[in-house]
């Protein structure tokens, strides 16, 4: 299934010790600022739903496969020979000298225009359907990066939420530390406005799932309404280079643009075929009233090339070949240094994210914990509590904002790759 390319995106980070307790968290918001109950929440949209929705109702994809019927419908006219042609002379108004004549002519088509027509079309019908291939993987990629950006930024509101109990949970404390005459009233108030930055970001997080849910939604040309989507986040594994490479070399961009040079290839063939005339053999018979008999009539005919040798449509197709054969080369190295970058991208943002889950996050959460029960215990002072906690909030966004840019990253190489075969596999988190 599709789905197997969004790995499991967040089972290694809720079973981290750093994010048990996130697991009780608030559920996701219907579009408003109200979080509405489980119960009456849809079911989600997941992956593989979303890839059949868009595959089967993106306009851009039935656009490509009209473009293949009408190369197909162009083949089966390029197939027709000239159709024989029926011509009828009557000379002479008057009955007793009148002379009728009745001719049925076939052209003949020489030079092998009809096989020259015949390959030019089967190569635009072969042009036609690899641009629907290419298109059909490139949507692919759209719908999966759409889908993990949504992903991520349910994710993000529910960290948030869950962030947000924290700093509650520190105006709590806060809160009993002063009714108990311990510390200033003050200290109450900053945490009130720690919490009240948290909702901020909570805020902001929920507006961010609602444009990522409707960036989906036109991604998949709107064929519904989203309020929610179900998955696992997790990293993409960094396939080996070489193996990026070996299938860059059969991209399907590369692949499309190899298959105009032919194409543009067989219309020059086909514009070479018309400098040769066609001939034309007609039979038939002349019927003359007034000496009363009928003649045998024999034709063949032919133009002259004087005026119209087609030498300019020749050159005009062959220098056309050439655009696309430039065109093509610099498709290839387009090609690399995109995937390139997104290569070094994905390398970046994986390395960064485990980074973060194994050293990062365990450490933060660590020292909240520590600062939060010394801070009770009047160990700490509130301002190193606010500091814990900020450390590990950004630690936990900075890690999210990892897994988003690897999956972005992952999915811009499938869009390069082009094909059914996911840029990347899922791996276990440690």
Known sequence: MREAWLPPLLAALMTSPCLAQDSAAPPLPRGGDAVAPAAATPAALTLAQALAVALERHPELAAAHSEVEATEAARLQADARPAPVVDAELEDTRRETRSTTLLIAQPIELGGKRQARLDAAERAREAALARLGLRRGQLRAQVTAAFAEALVAQERLRLAQASLELARGGSTAA????????????????????????????????????????????????????????GDVGLPVVMPEDVLQSRLADAPA??????????????????????????????????????????????????????????GAELEALRRQDQARFEAEATALRLRADAARAYERLQAAVTEARTLQDEVLPGAQSVHEAT???????????????????????????????????????????????????????????
């Open 254 to 311: 590369l692949r499309v643009a190899r298959l105009d040079v032919e194409r543009l290839g067989a219309q020059a063939r086909l514009e070479r075929t018309r400098r040769v005339p066609d001939v034309t053999v007609g039979v038939g018979a002349k019927r003359n009233e007034e000496l009363g008999r009928t003649q045998a009539l024999v034709t063949l005919s032919m133009p002259l090339p004087v005026s119209n040798t087609w030498r």
């Open 175 to 230: 809160q009993r530390r002063v009714l108990a005459g311990k510390v200033s009233p003050i200290e109450e108030t900053r945490a009130r406005v720690a919490e009240a930055g948290v909702g901020v970001e909570a805020a902001q997080a929920r507006a961010e799932l609602r444009a990522a849910l409707q960036s989906l939604q036109a991604t998949l040309g709107g064929a519904q309404h989203i309020e929610r989507v179900e």
């Open 372 to 430: 939060t029960k010394g801070y009770e215990l009047g160990k700490f002072g509130f301002l190193d509590v606010l500091d814990a906690q900020r450390t590990l909030l950004q630690a936990r966004t900075q890690h999210l904002r990892a897994v988003a840019q690897a999956h972005l990253a992952a999915a811009e190489i499938e869009r390069l790759l082009g094909d059914d075969t996911p840029a990347s596999a899922p791996t276990a988190q440690p």
